[in-house]
Structures are given as structure tokens and as C-alpha cells.
């Protein structure tokens, strides 16, 4: 089965960053918000100043397209799926820079990129329903 994320309540989170651990813990067992492919931004308004932010699965997506090892490949549903043996950690951030919405992010620890794996763990650790988690048609 394929699942979708979607930050669908945006106006909602209350940055408690629940969202943030939860991925941490899954992707790399540890609880470290620098090492999470789910990202909080503070520059919203006074009103709201959190924006989570995570991949949004693009069908032809640009941080795949700017990766100059084809070390990121696209997925048939959407998204896209590292190949470590291909990524060298460049650090040139052309698949960072990429992303029109920052939803990408390098490891401080393996210099690789942080790819979203679909777990839907942000979605179910978050008290306030700001993500969905369904399995696409």
C-alpha cells in the first residue's frame, strides 16, 4: 500500500514540535530536531507563527532533478527515494536549494539528505490533526 501526507491544518500547530520528534525517532532512533525530514518554521504571524513543513511528494519533483549523481529518483506516486551508494554528500545543496518549500534537509551526522519515508508518524503523534495520513487511490 502507498500512503500520503498532507499538512492540511497548518493554522493549527501550536509548535509543540510532537510532529518533529516523532520522525527523529523513527528515521534515525534517536529524538534530534535536526535530524528529521518534518521542519517547523518560526515566520509565520503573531497570530500563528508556526509553519510545518514536509515533502509534498511532487510527481516531477525538482530536488530529484537538481541532484547532480541521480542519487534522488523520482517515485511512480510521487516524491522521491534516496540511492546512498550514489550520493556523496556533495554539499553543493543542489537538491536542498531545490525544494521550492525547504522540505528538504541534509544530515549533519551521514551528510545525506533526509527523505521522508511515509510513515505517517508526524500525523499520529500530533495533537492537533495539522497533518493527514491516507492511503492514496
Same mark, same amino acid.
Given at each position: 500500500m502507498r500512503?500520503? %501526507?498532507?499538512?492540511?491544518h497548518p493554522e493549527r500547530c501550536i509548535g509543540c514540535? !510532537?510532529?518533529v520528534y516523532a520522525? !527523529?525517532?523513527h528515521l534515525f532512533n534517536t529524538v534530534d530536531p !535536526?535530524?528529521?525530514a518534518v521542519f517547523l518554521r518560526i515566520e509565520g504571524s503573531i497570530t500563528n507563527p508556526f509553519i510545518p513543513v514536509t515533502c509534498r511528494f511532487c510527481k516531477t519533483?525538482?530536488?530529484a532533478e537538481?541532484?547532480?549523481?541521480n542519487a534522488l529518483q523520482p517515485l511512480p506516486e510521487g516524491g522521491i527515494m534516496l540511492i546512498t551508494s550514489r550520493c556523496q554528500g556533495c554539499e553543493t545543496f543542489d537538491c536542498i536549494t531545490a525544494c521550492a518549500i525547504r522540505a528538504l534537509a541534509l544530515d549533519k551526522k551521514t551528510k545525506l539528505p533526509v %527523505?521522508?519515508?511515509k510513515c505517517g508518524d508526524c500525523a499520529k503523534y500530533c495533537p492537533h490533526?495539522?497533518?493527514k495520513y491516507e492511503e492514496m487511490k
Open positions: 500512503f500520503r %501526507i498532507e499538512v492540511v514540535y !510532537s510532529c520522525c !527523529s525517532r !535536526s535530524r528529521t519533483p525538482e530536488c537538481a541532484c547532480p549523481k %527523505i521522508c519515508d490533526n495539522v497533518f
